[in-house]
């Protein structure tokens, strides 16, 4: 759509995603907040205040990742962690434990005893109530130089197959996976393959913090889906405080149409959380002090702010669309229009002034605004407003 705005400026908005018609399943718009840790039945308290916190500030499903001992439990542990997400008002997917495609490049592998435990471990979630499953696996267990021809995707597509059949039974459960250091033909191809609910990548964390490349990959990742009746699905760290950068990068990916799993990725001190321990100790989402220690005031606002906006907006299912040729705009500023809001990402070293006809929501880093209503938009900051009212042009001529 072109836009007449005058001798000077005529605005170009080209649509690359079309809003979902009509009513959509839940997990098309979901706010998922992923807990990094394997938990294991000493952490099951801290993980229902956990559960809780994540509600409280817009999050609507958890993905949690139980320890291998809590499928084999007799009791009703497993059952106890769903019931913590559910009362608190969230859906829950669970990771599968990652010894389940630990191996599948190997030249010798007991895959009989990987359906096995794929089958057991999928009735356990189902049993007790989950709302999905999920799958982890890095990029390189499955094309990397160590594996042997197509032996690791053909075993991980049969995997998948199995879990989905298990997980569509009488009661379906949707099946999610995260393979980590895809590329854009790898997972082009996954979903072509694997026909997962949510694929989700983190693929505008990877590339530069450049206007041009973001609006690049934003634009790859969503024909890519698109094409397949997919979903998109971000998989977005939670930033660092001190990183401006980082900050910008979390609220453009949560103004995009899809899913979001956000993950908090290190520790209240700074440094990288592991994954693979069967503590939650010390992670920066069980710190003990949620809204100051582990996030910082100004950067849990930014959070809840953008999350009750993406809901009410409804920015996971509404059209997006890149918009060029505005006046205002300079070189490594890119704006795209979602729903009722537009967003500015400002990767130049000078500031952006955005007309006053624009009233700000949220911001990035804090922004100041002139005497004339405009609004600046610093350097390496994105914020986000209410899209001003279109007025397209009006025809010349009658076909």
Request: with cysteine; proline share 5%; glycine share 8%.
């Amino acid at each position: 759509m072109v836009e007449q705005r005058g001798a000077k400026e005529s605005v170009r908005t080209t649509l690359v995603h079309r809003a979902t018609r009509g009513p959509a399943p839940w997990w098309h718009s979901s706010r998922v907040f992923v807990v990094p840790q394997v938990i294991s039945e000493h952490t099951m308290k801290e993980v229902a205040d956990l559960c809780s916190w994540a509600v409280s500030i817009g999050f609507d499903a958890l993905l949690l990742s139980p320890a291998f001992s809590l499928f084999t439990q007799a009791s009703d542990t497993l059952r106890v962690l769903l019931d913590h997400g559910h009362e608190a008002g969230a859906r829950v997917i669970l990771r599968l434990p990652d010894r389940l495609c630990a191996g599948l490049g190997a030249s010798e592998s007991d895959d009989e005893a990987r359906r096995a435990a794929a089958r057991f471990l999928v009735r356990g979630a189902v049993e007790a109530g989950a709302d999905g499953v999920d799958l982890r696996v890095h990029a390189d267990d499955l094309h990397g130089p160590f594996t042997q021809a197509r032996i690791a995707p053909q075993r991980f597509s049969e995997l998948v197959r199995l879990v989905e059949a298990e997980a569509l039974g009488d009661v379906a459960l949707i099946v999610t996976a995260h393979i980590e250091g895809a590329c854009t033909d790898a997972l082009r191809s996954h979903l072509e393959e694997e026909w997962f609910h949510h694929l989700h990548w983190d693929a505008l964390q990877s590339v530069p913090f450049d206007s041009k490349t973001l609006a690049g990959m934003l634009c790859e990742s969503l024909d890519v889906h698109d094409r397949l009746g997919a979903v998109t699905a971000w998989s977005v760290p939670l930033p660092r405080q001190e990183s401006t950068e980082e900050i910008a990068r979390f609220l453009h990916a949560l103004s995009l149409p899809g899913v979001v799993y956000v993950c908090p990725s290190f520790s209240s001190s700074g440094s990288v959380a592991g994954g693979g321990g069967e503590t939650l100790r010390g992670s920066v989402a069980l710190s003990g002090n949620y809204s100051e220690s582990a996030f910082g005031c100004s950067e849990l606002t930014i959070l809840k702010r953008a999350l009750e906006i993406r809901e009410f907006g409804k920015l996971a299912t509404a059209s997006l669309g890149i918009v060029e040729g505005l006046a205002w705009s300079h070189e490594g500023v890119c704006v795209h229009v979602n729903g009722p809001i537009m967003v500015v990402v400002n990767t130049s070293a000078s500031s952006v002034a955005v007309p006053h006809t624009a009233s700000l929501l949220v911001s990035s880093t804090p922004v100041q605004i002139r005497a004339d209503g405009w609004t600046l938009v610093p350097s390496r900051a994105c914020a986000w407003f209410q899209a001003p009212r279109v007025r397209p042009v009006a025809p010349h001529f009658w076909d």
